[in-house]
């Protein structure tokens, strides 16, 4: 089944300086055979292997978060109470959904604003 939308996330310095050091560390401990780098290098990638979003699915009754491992999550979106776009001091505008279940979500694609409105779209009314 193909999804109605796809959008990328938006890399950020954070990702990248998260990965540079956890392969920079890796080496070194490969280097130097210190076995605290090989584990500490090993733990940044794969934190961020497993906790970084990469790509949004938008289906018709789904959202699907792809993450950069092999792991994903699938949002109803009739479990979606709210959905509104923040501004955050220094990462910037971001999508937040208030699940009705009280979690939240906070999404970072890289066109907000298209989006939020291909996801307000396809939200049953009332949301």
Request: charged share 25%.
């Amino acid at each position: 089944m193909t999804p109605a939308y796809s959008e990328s996330r938006a890399l950020t310095a954070r990702d990248r300086l998260t990965g540079f050091f956890g392969v920079g560390l890796l080496i070194m401990g490969a280097v130097v055979q210190s076995e605290v780098q090989l584990v500490v290098g090993a733990a940044l990638v794969l934190y961020l292997i497993f906790t970084r979003h990469r790509r949004y699915d938008l289906y018709a009754d789904a959202l699907v978060i792809r993450y950069i491992g092999l792991r994903w999550s699938r949002i109803r979106l009739t479990d979606i109470q709210s959905l509104d776009v923040v501004e955050l001091p220094v990462a910037g505008k971001r999508l937040l959904l208030r699940l009705n279940n009280r979690r939240r979500v906070l999404l970072a694609p890289q066109r907000i604003e298209r989006f939020f409105e291909e996801l307000r779209v396809r939200l049953p009314e009332g949301t």
